[in-house]
C-alpha cells in the first residue's frame, strides 16, 4: 500500500501572491547538485504604475495623432513583451471594442451633423443652436472630417482603456491599493486606507464580474435562443444574484485575512532611483509629445 499521509493537500482558494508568507519567511533548500538561484529582480513599484497610469491618462486627450500612434506603439511593446500578455484574455476585450466602436459611430453622426452657414431659423425659434442646424447628406470633406474625428477618438478611447488594463494587470489589488494609501495619507490622514479598500476590491471585481457575465451568456445560449427582450431580463439578473453571493464570500475572506483593519494597509515600499529616473523619464517624454505638430 501507497503512504498517502504526507501528500501535499492544496487549498480550495489559494492565496494571492502578495498574501503569501513574508519575503523573511523559511524556504525549501535546493537539492544537491542543483544549479544555483539567480537573484530575482526587484518587483517594480505600484505607485509608479500609478503615477505612470495618471498621467498619460490626462495626456492622452492633450496628444496629436503623432504622439498617440508613438503611445500606442509603446503599449503594444509592453503587452507583448511582458508578462501581461500571459493574463490578457479575449473576453476583456470584446466588450471594450464594442464600446469604442458606439462611441466612434456616436461620434461620426454628430460630425455629420454641422451647422449650415446663412440657414434661416426655424419659426419661433430663438435661432440657437438647433435652430442653425440642418441635417442633409454630407459631403466629401466633410465625410473625411467625421472619419478623422470618430477615428481620433476611437483611438483614444482604446489606449485609455489599454493603459487601465496594463494598470489593473501589472499589480495586485493590494499592491495598488497600499500605492494609493500612500498617495492619499497627506490628504486623508489614517483613513486613507478606506478608500484604498474599497478601490481594490473594486480592481479585484472588475474581471470577476466580467467573467461570470460571460459564463451566464455563454450558459443561456447552451440552453437554447431567447428572446432579446427576456434575454436582456435574464442575465443581468443572473449576473446580480451571482456577484451577491461571490460579495459575501469576499467579504468574509476580506476579514479573515484582517484586511478590514488599518494595521494592514501600511505601506513600507523602498525606494529605487532607477524606477523612479525611468517614470519620471516617460512622463516627460509624454509632456514633450503635446507640442509635436498635429
Do not use: K
Not at 524556504?27 to 526587484?42: D, I, Y
Not at 425659434?125 to 447628406?137: E, K, P, R, S, Y
Not at 488599518?262 to 519620471?280: I, K, S, T, V
Amino acid at each position: 500500500m501507497q503512504d498517502h499521509s504526507s501528500a501535499p493537500t492544496t487549498a480550495s482558494s489559494p492565496e494571492p501572491a502578495d498574501l503569501a508568507a513574508p519575503p523573511g519567511g523559511a524556504r525549501l533548500s535546493a537539492p544537491p547538485g542543483a544549479p544555483p538561484e539567480l537573484p530575482a529582480a526587484s518587483p517594480p513599484d505600484p505607485r509608479l504604475h500609478l503615477l505612470l497610469a495618471g498621467c498619460y491618462g490626462v495626456l492622452i486627450w492633450r496628444l496629436p495623432p503623432s504622439g498617440l500612434a508613438v503611445v500606442a506603439a509603446g503599449l503594444a511593446a509592453l503587452f507583448m513583451a511582458t508578462p501581461l500578455r500571459r493574463r490578457l484574455r479575449p473576453g476583456m476585450l470584446r466588450g471594450h471594442a464594442w464600446f469604442v466602436l458606439a462611441w466612434m459611430a456616436l461620434r461620426f453622426a454628430l460630425a455629420c451633423l454641422g451647422p449650415m452657414e446663412g440657414a434661416p431659423a426655424t419659426p419661433g425659434g430663438d435661432g440657437g443652436v438647433f435652430g442653425n442646424l440642418q441635417f442633409a447628406w454630407p459631403d466629401g470633406p466633410l465625410l473625411a472630417h467625421a472619419a478623422r474625428e470618430s477615428a481620433l477618438l476611437g483611438l483614444r478611447l482604446a489606449l485609455l482603456i489599454g493603459i487601465g488594463l496594463a494598470l489593473a494587470l501589472a499589480a495586485s489589488p493590494r499592491a495598488l491599493g497600499l500605492a494609493l494609501v500612500w498617495l492619499l495619507r497627506p490628504v486623508l490622514g489614517a483613513r486613507a486606507w478606506q478608500p484604498a479598500l474599497g478601490v481594490a476590491l473594486m480592481i479585484h471585481f472588475l474581471p470577476m464580474a466580467q467573467g461570470t457575465f460571460a459564463q451566464a451568456s455563454r450558459a443561456a445560449d447552451l440552453r437554447g435562443p431567447l428572446p432579446l427582450r427576456r434575454r436582456a431580463v435574464l442575465l443581468p439578473a443572473a449576473v446580480l444574484r451571482i456577484l451577491g453571493q461571490r460579495t459575501w464570500t469576499q467579504t468574509v475572506a476580506v476579514a479573515a485575512r484582517g484586511l478590514d483593519r488599518p494595521e494592514a494597509w501600511r505601506p513600507d515600499f523602498p525606494f529605487r532611483p532607477g524606477q523612479w529616473a525611468m517614470a519620471l523619464l516617460l512622463v516627460g517624454l509624454g509632456v514633450g509629445m503635446t507640442f509635436l505638430p498635429g
